[in-house]
């Protein structure tokens, strides 16, 4: 006999329902009346809540169609700042120029500066939640080093990027015009050679240190990629790509090309793309566990733990990197790249969106289940490898090679960073799943969420014209957001209800929501009523 959870969430899973809820208490500030209302918890991880994941899932996929090929230029206007955006940006305006004096008096690592840095990120937040994108807080200047392209290095041709995004049209003999784009595919270098089933067939000589660098590393690769195919080409390619791992573990990236672009150029400028790690050498341990740096509270600092001299600082690492160094790590791609046309509108470009967004419901080690002794080995050795590579410039691992992390702080221990890379669930890549370029459709992604809330909005409309006092809508749908204040309920509210009772608030909700769309659906139509 099935447990009567479980039977509701079935229930929920089948109409789309969220099985996390959040009880969410709204108080309209006109009346004063409060409601409870069930909110999707917005997971993007199937794992967590397959119904939220799949919305998302669709709405990348909807963001990825929009764009692919589009005959003209995107709109890239902005819109005019609120009253509030404009308020918000002057009392932040207020608050840093307070802060900037206060640090230049007692110091940035003051408790008083601090408590103010607190309050600066709580009107970021406030500014992004009120729709303003972009930060206003500078980028620290960063080092350079010389650009000349490496001796090993195919050269690349370079031309002035013209502003256009759009690919060219083709006429046919029979006067057909048509406008393709491209679907492009990406890897990194083989480690050595592995089964069919993505283990290696000599593990001892298989490259962990090397595949586990590239997968921490390969965001600024594909980074470096679109800037060379751009300046190879002559125009501004539009990207939507989506980050997968192959059965052996490493980084694997779909990419929608707006336009097309000859497969010889393709091949040639992933053949001629790198990037160099400048970063102190981490190839041979200078500290082990169980004798390791310990942090000294007078210097604030991490020291031997034999003599007590202190540490390397990070910067300290840097200047010590001579013009004649080579950097610590070159990430390339590999030989395999694939790249095909795909005309709109067809049946292989629909099957290409959903490829694209065939793994973004679950976590990177979810794509390709171990299921032998090989592959849980391999897993584990890949795992153990990127659990003491360096990261990031903060990461504790630096402490085995004698060097300072960035920003060190006590309780540091290599081997137990909390950087998103070391995780065994993104196999080394910390970055985004999916990649798209700002002018793909002229849209972000709470854009064309919009754009669905703004076609809902529309049949409801129609049905309150035809269903009158028929047609049970939330009336808030329509009406100004800013009349309606927002509270997250706790256990301990007196006005709190049970997590089952909420879900079966959803579900009910939701039931109600579908027979008012399909009626609605009907009368614009022109269709006889769709009966309750």
Known sequence: MPLAKEVLESVALQFGVCVRPMAMRRIDTTTGTTEIIPVPCGARLASKCEPCAKRAKALRLAQCREGWHLADEPPLESDDPTELQQQLATARADAQSHRDELAGQLGADHPEVAELDVQLAEVDEQLRQAGVRGTL???????????????????????????????????????????????????????????????????????????????????????????????AVGWDVQYFASLEPQRRLAPHLHAAIRGTIPRTAIKQVAAATYHQVWWPACDEPRYLPGHLPVWDGELAAYVDPDNGDQLTTWDQALDDIGEDDEPAHVVRFGAQVDAKGVEAGTERANLLIGYLGKYLTKQLDECHEAITDRQKAHLDRYADALRFEPCSPTCANWLMYGVQPKNSRPGLAPGHCKGRAHKRATLGFGGRRVLLSRKWSGKTLTDTRNDRRRWVLGMIQKLQQHGGDQAHVEVSATENPDRYAWERLSTSDTDAIGRRQLLMHAIADRQRWRRELDQAQALAAGQPEVAA
Not at 139 to 164: F, I, N, W, Y
Request: hydrophobic share 30%.
């Open 137 to 231: 807080t500078d980028k620290p200047a960063r080092r350079t080093r010389s650009t000349k392209r490496r001796q090993d290095a195919a050269e690349l041709p370079r031309l002035p990027v013209d502003k256009r995004t759009v690919g060219r049209t083709y006429t046919a003999n029979d006067g057909t015009v048509w406008r393709p784009s491209m679907f492009i595919t990406l890897t990194c270098d083989s480690y050595g050679r592995v089964g069919p089933d993505g283990a290696p067939v000599d593990p001892s000589s298989y490259d962990y240190r090397r595949a586990a660098r590239d997968a921490i590393h390969f965001p600024k690769l594909v980074d470096r990629f679109w800037q060379n195919l751009r300046r």
